[in-house]
Structure formats: structure tokens, C-alpha cells
């Protein structure tokens, strides 16, 4: 698991670069027909922008 307080999450770049690997892996994956993988990634990709984004 990521621990969401751990300072080196502090940095903007680093924290929009961890929501968008998920969200680029779910987009490629929805695009090749892997739709169960992509919906997963993007359910990752959703919790981890609203544990780091959203108070």
C-alpha cells in the first residue's frame, strides 16, 4: 500500500505522475480490448487521485 503521508508525495509533479500511470495503463488496456484490466486500473487509478487530490 502507499502511505499517503509520507513526504516524498509532497511534491506535485510525483503525485500527478503516480495518478497517471494507472490512468495511461487503464486508457491502453480499454484501446486493445482488455476491458476488465483497464476497468481495474482505472479504479486504481480513481482511489489513488482521491486519497492524493481530494481532502
Do not use: C, E, K
Not at 7 to 31: D, E, G, H, K
Not at 36 to 50: E, K, P, Q, T, Y
Amino acid at each position: 500500500m502507499i502511505d499517503f503521508q509520507n513526504p516524498l508525495l509532497r511534491p506535485l509533479w510525483v503525485r500527478i505522475l503516480i495518478v497517471a500511470v494507472p490512468l495511461i495503463l487503464s486508457a491502453t488496456a480499454f484501446a486493445t480490448g482488455w476491458v476488465f484490466l483497464g476497468a481495474g486500473l482505472g479504479l486504481v487509478g480513481g482511489f489513488v487521485f482521491r486519497r492524493l487530490f481530494l481532502p
